[in-house]
């Protein structure tokens, strides 16, 4: 049997996967099994954000891996502590907890939120409002905090507790706050899955100030659109606000599985001693991996990004079989006149890979990806729309 027989016959059937194998390949390159060669727009949904095989990421990940690859968290361990100055230092946010993915990141955000209103106003500011379209990950907690019903209606009863609210309705949340009992809200800067939109730049700017009036904690889901994604390091710093806590994983470790909890100064010991953990959350290999990652984040390689953002943004606005391009960075949503499966299917025979979100063709190349490379992967794309 070939590996994708196996894979329908031994693998759960949760992904509608392209018939494509990929077994290895360098930076934005990757190759099937055939050696036929394929540029990657898709780094593994925003994962792999130095490409793929990486020199520095895999120097960083062999020396950690030589040296110690797990200790309890009952122990110290220098990789993990490391990684969280290095972000508080880059963020200013206090302290950072760290977990898997990114709905166990946003699992903490959550916790966080709810402990610090039981702490302040009582058990029962319970609420946590999120945006009708978000997305916020497939745990059931998660999955009641995604406001889109269409990941709902197998698995009832979700964790109660969620409000959704429009986005850019500033009054429509105003109203949800003032009419219940709530801890926090959590936005998407830019929502990846609900079709790659950011959000007004003045809604953003109207949510911080309503947590203020309500004393709520803003939480920014940053696993899609954080680790350097839009043209900053974090997406919400597009925005001139600082979030209370901030949620990411996807980028983070360039490729392991990591998320991290940023807290900021208010709710940074909200969580005490026993309230929360994680197996492998702060695991010394994925965090020498984020390391390597995140000191490159600098303003060079962000100053980059947002040129390679306008390029796409120039070359597809406007093109022929294009409807519409949004989206911040390196991420980028295009809703074309033909079908985006159709769309799909179509730049995988001629060799690049992309993504879908909703209806739309959805780029997240390797915030490396060279100019050629890209220009390259351009040209082919458009001829496909
Ligand atoms: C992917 C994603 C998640 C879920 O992350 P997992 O690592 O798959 O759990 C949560 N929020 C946003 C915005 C995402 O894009």
């Not at 759960?12 to 540029?39: C, H, L, M, Q």
């Not at 969280?84 to 230092?89: D, F, G, I, Q, R």
């Not at 166990?104 to 009582?122: P, S």
Request: net charge neutral.
């Amino acid at each position: 049997m070939t590996t994708q027989e196996k894979d329908k016959k031994y693998v759960a059937n949760t992904y509608n996967r392209f018939p494509v194998e990929i077994v290895s390949g360098k930076g934005s390159i990757v190759a099937d099994p055939a050696g036929k060669e394929y540029i990657d727009l898709t780094s593994g949904i925003g994962v792999t954000s130095f490409g793929v095989s990486d020199d520095i990421w895999q120097e960083a990940v062999k020396r950690q891996i030589s040296q110690l690859q797990h200790m309890s968290n009952l122990y110290y361990t220098q990789p993990c502590v490391r990684l969280a100055e290095l972000l508080c230092e880059k963020t200013g946010m206090s302290k950072v907890f760290f977990s898997n993915s990114g709905a166990e990141a946003n699992e903490c955000a959550i916790k966080v939120a709810r402990k610090y209103a039981q702490d302040r106003k009582g058990a029962e500011y319970y609420n946590i409002v999120t945006l009708r379209n978000s997305f916020h990950g497939r745990t059931l907690t998660t999955l009641a905090a995604t406001g889109q019903d269409v990941f709902h209606k197998l698995f009832n009863p979700l964790t109660p507790g969620f409000l959704n609210a429009d986005a850019n309705d500033i009054a429509g949340l105003e109203k949800i706050l003032k009419e219940n009992k709530c801890a926090g809200v959590i936005i998407e800067c830019v929502q990846g899955e609900g079709g790659v939109i950011a959000l007004d730049a003045d809604y953003i700017r109207g949510v911080r100030e309503l947590c203020d009036k309500y004393d709520c904690l803003m939480i920014t889901d940053e696993v899609q659109c954080g680790n350097g994604r839009t043209g900053m390091l974090y997406g919400y710093m597009n925005f001139g606000i600082k979030p209370d806590v901030v949620s990411t994983a996807k980028g983070l470790a360039g490729g392991l599985p990591l998320g991290a909890t940023l807290m900021d100064e208010k709710c940074a010991d909200v969580l005490g001693n026993g309230d929360h953990g994680s197996t492998f959350g702060g695991n010394p290999v994925c965090c020498a991996a984020a390391i390597s990652i995140i000191e490159r984040i600098d303003d060079t390689l962000l100053t980059d990004v947002r040129k390679k953002s306008e390029f796409i943004f120039s070359e597809l606005s406007g093109a022929k079989g294009v409807i519409s391009v949004t989206g911040l960075g390196l991420m980028i949503g295009i809703k074309t006149e033909k079908d985006a499966s159709e769309v799909l299917a179509k730049c995988i025979e001629n060799g690049v890979l992309c993504l879908k979100a909703k209806d739309k063709v959805r780029l997240l190349p390797a915030l490396n990806i060279p100019f050629d490379v890209l220009k390259k992967a351009v040209k082919i794309i458009k001829g496909c729309f």
